[in-house]
């Protein structure tokens, strides 16, 4: 198996799990916390996004659309072999994961792994043009320096995208908005995590996604000192790991509703 590939991990028929790597990554970037999840008993899936784990060019063809359908298509199946499913995104799949999470009602959890609402500074700038006009003019830009990763090892490790298309960056901010538009909609539970440290998704979207699912039966949000930008493979990804593994177990049951205290 290599490690751009999906992955599914076997547990009991109680709790699945669908985990949603981020924007021109694959399912290596969640394969470590599934396979912690998948010890601690649940059926784990790593769903691979369309465009992504095989060309650039792939890429340039998917869009919002065609993600959300297929996380769609990956819940309804682990539903099909478990009594309760929950998601778990991170950064594009985190946008997936929320925008799911408000016309899935029935699902267990959601959970958040540094999720970009937005971007700022000059990537900020940078994705506002090349989501435009100017993304005709330059079809591709090169993603310098690697994936956001503070572990050495997990960033030379990950096999993500060396360059991103700019048409799928103006699908990537279709989805930052969808995303942002659907979280006063969301009522299963959601968990939060993001870096302080984070260079591509500022932590501020952490709160704002705590502040704005207010008809959640319950929130949790969880900020880390020390990592950056892919938390679930990065330096802190035993926390990150930790932290949904005891989410799960609180309310995959449908059980002990009521907020946990933010730790920042």
């Known amino acids: ?131 435009g006009p100017l993304g005709r003019v330059v079809p591709r830009i090169p993603k310098l320096g690697g994936s956001d990763v503070r572990d050495r090892i997990a960033r030379a490790e990950n096999p993500s995208y060396t360059a991103i298309p700019s048409r799928a960056l103006a699908e990537l901010v279709a989805g930052m908005r969808a995303a942002d538009a659907a979280l006063p909609q969301i009522t299963p539970p959601v968990l939060v995590i993001h870096a302080r440290r984070d260079h591509t998704a500022p932590v501020a979207c952490a709160t ?17 000192p020390r990592s950056f930008h892919l938390i679930a493979i990065d330096v802190e990804r035993d926390i990150v790991a930790a932290e949904v593994i005891a989410f799960l177990r609180r309310h995959a049951a449908g059980q002990l509703p009521g907020d946990l205290p933010c730790v920042t």
Not at 66 to 88: G, P
Not at 208 to 224: H, Q, Y
């Open 1 to 131: 198996m290599a490690a751009s590939d999906p992955f599914d991990l076997v547990g009991d028929r109680e709790v699945g799990v669908v985990c949603v790597h981020g924007f021109t990554g694959s399912p290596y970037e969640m394969r470590y916390l599934g396979e912690q999840l998948a010890r601690d008993g649940a059926t784990v899936h790593g769903l691979l996004l369309p465009g992504h784990g095989t060309s650039v060019d792939d890429l340039a063809r998917a869009g919002w659309r065609d993600w959300t359908c297929a996380l769609d298509r990956a819940v309804d199946a682990m539903q099909r072999r478990c009594r309760r499913v929950a998601v778990v995104g991170q950064s594009l799949g985190g946008l997936l994961a929320l925008e799911l999470a408000a016309r899935r009602p029935e699902l267990a959890l959601v959970a958040s792994l540094a999720a970009p609402l937005w971007l700022d500074g000059i990537a900020g700038r940078a994705v506002r043009w090349l989501a």
């Open 208 to 224: 704002r996604i705590t502040e704005r699912t207010t008809r959640a039966r319950a929130r949790r949000l969880r900020i880390l």
